[in-house]
């Protein structure tokens, strides 16, 4: 067993002649930080942690995070590199590779906002919509009502297409809502996480290119889950998370930009109003621009992790996971339907699969069956968002966590919930 002397030695990489001539050098000498008899007494009323870090083990199948693969989890083990150094930057690159297959796009260029999908939300609209500029926010849950908000403190002149939760846009509603503003920016939500709606955008991208318009989406709880195709649906920016159907730790945001929106961020004539998300220069860090310009500390861990996502997913490859995703969706509501429960979405072809709303029956503790499921399965199911709270549950089906055995555990916590309450037989 190693003696304290020996552990300290081994740590710092000295030897016992090395650590012995560190400290008679520093005998006698005055420190240089202040470390004299005369600083105030030390308190120790704000002392720890200490110990090992203690975490209970849950299956999260609410609207994310979801659980991680473990050996997403297990990169981030990994030995810290360098923000700087060049095999980083062979990881930084292969990220943007696996990027563009996740995005589907040859022309675009993609990289990793440090951040969450928040984070994502704010580059887009802080770089892509200047002070005065007008922005046709899609608003039918939750982030459509944030992005408005958030444009509006970046100086944006904001236009809300409201439509109830629940329900998507149609192309005709967009169609006028474009040509009668001439807007800057268009922004919708692929995936609207807090009603569980899924938005199509097929031909939206060209009739925003018609009008002059940059089309930005949000794919926060979609990218990877359903399928998504920047250069065919002509997508101008889009962002996402890490932690939804890719399956990573919180923490990292994909985002995509065409060449038409990456000409608007680098013509604008009024500086970008965040420094911190400011994609000119985070693009120089990412090699946008032919160098690589030193713009914050990447975050090594989380790269390293998503990374592995990203490896995951191709080599599962995109269409076979879109079908995964799919396949668990049918599971869950082939079993929710034989309870009696019904979507929150009641047309299909607007059904989110990834994140899916259930209304809550006349009668039921909403709050009861998510508490049931946590206390006694160790299993998350959430309440609605916004406008859907108390109205719906919340299942997440995502990345790792869509597998037949887990939808199979929620199912179970849904019957076992409804039969407490005397709702089922």
Known sequence: MLRTGAWRRALCGLTRAQEQGFASAS???????????????????????????????????????????????????????????PPFFKIMDEIQEGLKYLFQTDLGNTLLISGTGHAGMEACIANAVAPGEKIVVGNNGIWGTRV????????????????APGKSFSYKE???????????????????????????????????QKNGTLLIVDTVCS???????????????????SQKCLSAPPGAAPLFMNKRALEKIENR??????????????GDYWGLFGKRWYHHTGMVSTWYAMREALAI????????????????????????KSMGLKSFVENDSERLITVNTIKVPEGVDWSAVIKNAMDKYD?????????????VWRVGLMGYNAQPA????????????????????
């Open 269 to 282: 004539k009024s500086e970008v109003a965040t420094y911190n998300l400011d994609l000119k220069l985070v």
């Open 379 to 391: 299993l998350e199911i959430s309440g609605g968002l916004g406008g859907t709270a108390g109205k």
């Open 313 to 336: 997913t191709a080599e599962e490859g995109l269409k076979e996971q879109w079908q995964r995703h799919e396949a668990m969706h049918h599971m869950l509501w082939d079993g929710l």
């Open 174 to 208: 967009l169609k006028a809502a474009i040509e009668k503003n001439k807007p800057a920016a268009l922004f919708l939500c692929q995936g609207e996480s807090s009603t569980g709606v899924y938005q199509n955008l097929e031909g939206v991208g060209e009739l925003c």
């Open 148 to 163: 408005a908000d958030l444009a509006a403190r970046f100086g944006g002149n904001v236009v809300e297409l409201k439509q």
């Open 27 to 85: 005998a006698g000498t005055k420190p240089a930080q202040g470390l004299e008899s005369s600083m105030p007494d030390i308190s120790d009323n704000h002392k720890g942690p200490t110990g090992v870090l203690q975490v209970p083990s849950r299956l999260l199948m609410g609207p994310g995070p979801a659980n991680a693969y473990p050996r997403v989890l297990a990169a981030q083990t990994l030995p810290l590199l360098g923000h700087m150094h």
């Open 223 to 241: 990218l990877g889950g359903v399928p998504f195709f920047a250069d065919a649906w002509g997508i101008d920016m889009s962002y996402s998370g």
């Open 406 to 425: 887990k939808v199979e555990l929620v199912l179970s916590a849904f019957r076992d919930g409804l039969k407490q309450q005397g709702k089922l037989k």
